[in-house]
């Protein structure tokens, strides 16, 4: 029987609580624990997670590697419409969807949610279709001898997701895995495990029993059971630095591949030629203001010419002013929260100290309905007049906070956007073709854009260097590189 859309986030939300999803079937922890999952508008208790341990983990991978020996025998193309099916599915759920996310991490449902629900779909399509490009290549290594390479699955993939989208970024892990021939279990955010839920049920009623599983849990008691399962031969992050050198080296110990995604200090260059209004549009997006500025790519190291610098940020100001931070579920909401009080305490902490060092340009308005007086609201920031060495200048706040620096010389802000140990995502604004290309060349970052800022999407390769992480996603060359592994094999025919 087909699952049909809830669009009763609560319900839902209640439905979902205290389960994972293993071996096909919604089950308790086996620890019979779980744990809060919070509103962050209002701080109540919308339902409870399972609470994952090693047994669990167990159980999941157990179920994941029996399973993958079946589909990795399914022609390739037959996985791909499985796929493609799923992301059908997941379409008509999309409305549903975009209201739980929204509920459980207060990012707006009309700005946020609802479109990371039809990107997490469209994923599943894309990468669905190209199953068909799982080849190998034919090796001229001697004429009396048939040599060619395929490529194989790994076998069991272990994925661990952040809270801030994790829809669309399980989605770049699951999708091209899947197709790849692989099984999967994975990790939710302790923040965010309701809605990843909803969409792992839903794809099981196409998929194979134990293919696709989904714990939560904490980092310590259910992440690291699943990095370190001997069964588990591929692990693939997206999070902190910090947690993702301890992903790094415990799949160093068991001599498994890695693909991380961490963390971003992104820049944003903005010439003297640029086209202003564009651009100032352009920033407003790049920061992520209507996601809270919980973004790895968040644009929050900005750079305008002294030409466009004071103009540039009234009207910045202006823009954000015009946005409306309320309910996330209420379709006139343009910022919702941050998600967690720790987060909002971190966000505050930036917020104090750059507040010693430079000018900080409060923007928009806190909500006024009293429903919403616990919220995790916070006010976006510009900073401007930051020493380049401060913290909130140099540090991920995963915030709505930004720093605006003004500069004349392109070759000293060229060094500048370059001197951070992040380098995940860059933007440079100008008019000439010759300065975009060049600035495009010499950027330290694995994703760069010139007079855009489109947000990570299937089919644009993403991920960065430096402390932003190892590996790309997103592309069928991701699929090739992460997924699978090459087999040479060599036919003698003399």
């Known amino acids: 029987m087909t699952i049909t859309p809830n669009t009763d986030p609560f319900a839902l939300a209640r439905l979902l609580s205290g389960l994972h999803l293993i071996n096909g079937a919604l089950v308790p922890a086996a620890s019979g624990t779980s744990f809060d999952v919070i509103n962050p508008a209002t701080g109540a208790v919308i ?4 609470e994952g341990d090693a047994r669990d983990v167990d159980a999941a991978v157990t179920a994941a590697a029996k399973a993958q020996k079946a589909w990795k025998a399914m022609p390739a193309r037959e996985r791909g419409k499985l796929v493609v099916e799923c992301g059908r599915r997941l379409m008509d759920h999309v409305d549903e969807l975009g209201r739980l996310i929204a509920l459980e991490t207060g990012k707006a449902l009309r700005t946020e949610s609802r479109i990371e629900a039809s990107v997490l779909a469209d994923a599943f399509v894309f990468f669905g279709g190209l199953a068909s490009e799982l080849k190998g290549e034919s090796v001229p290594f001697n004429p009396s001898m048939l040599t060619v390479t395929v490529r194989e699955p790994i076998g069991v993939v272990g994925a661990i997701i952040p809270w801030n989208v994790p829809l669309l970024l399980m989605a770049l892990k699951v999708a091209p895995a899947l197709v790849a021939g692989n099984a999967v279990v994975v990790k939710s955010a302790e923040e965010a495990p309701l ?4 969409v792992c049920q839903i794809m099981n009623e196409v998929l194979p029993a134990g293919l696709f599983n989904i714990l939560s849990g904490f980092g310590p008691e259910c992440g690291a059971p699943l990095v370190s399962h001997p069964k588990v031969g591929k692990v693939t992050f997206t999070g902190s630095v910090e947690t993702g050198k301890i992903v790094s080296r415990m799949a160093a110990d068991k001599l498994i591949p890695v693909t991380l995604e961490l963390g971003g200090k992104s820049p944003m260059i903005i010439m003297g030629d640029a086209d202003l209004e564009k651009a100032i549009a352009g920033a407003t997006a790049g920061m992520r203001f209507t996601r809270q500025g919980q973004s790895c790519t968040a644009s929050s190291r900005i750079y305008v010419h002294d030409s466009l610098h004071d103009e540039f940020v009234r009207r910045l100001k202006a823009n954000v002013d015009a946005m409306k931070m309320g309910d996330p579920l209420d379709e006139s909401t343009d910022i919702g929260t941050i998600i967690s009080p720790d987060q909002f305490a971190r ?8 507040k010693k060092h430079g ?3 409060v923007c928009s308005q806190l909500p006024e309905d009293p429903s919403l007086k616990d919220g995790l609201f916070i006010q976006p920031v510009i900073f401007t007049d930051l020493p380049a060495d401060a913290a909130p200048a140099r540090e991920e706040i995963f915030g709505p906070v930004c720093c605006v620096f003004r500069f004349t ?6 060094a500048e956007a370059n001197n951070s140990e992040y380098g995940l995502a860059a933007t ?6 010759k300065t975009a290309l060049d600035a495009a060349h010499r950027l330290e970052a694995g ?4 007079n855009q800022n489109l947000v990570v999407q299937p089919n644009l390769s993403y991920g960065g260097t430096k402390l932003s992480g190892l590996g790309k996603e997103a592309t069928l060359e991701s699929m090739l590189e992460h997924f699978t592994h090459k087999k040479t094999i060599i036919v003698n025919m003399g």
Not at 347 to 354: D, F, I, L, T
Not at 409 to 414: F, N, T
Not at 428 to 433: K, Q
Not at 447 to 450: G, L, P, R, W
């Open 359 to 361: 000018t900080a340009h």
């Open 195 to 198: 809605t990843v839920l909803r």
């Open 409 to 414: 010389d392109y070759e000293a802000v060229l």
């Open 347 to 354: 966000v505050q902490h930036y917020v104090s100290e750059g």
């Open 47 to 50: 339902g409870t997670a399972a």
């Open 447 to 450: 994703f760069v854009q010139v």
């Open 428 to 433: 440079i604004w100008t008019r000439d073709l």
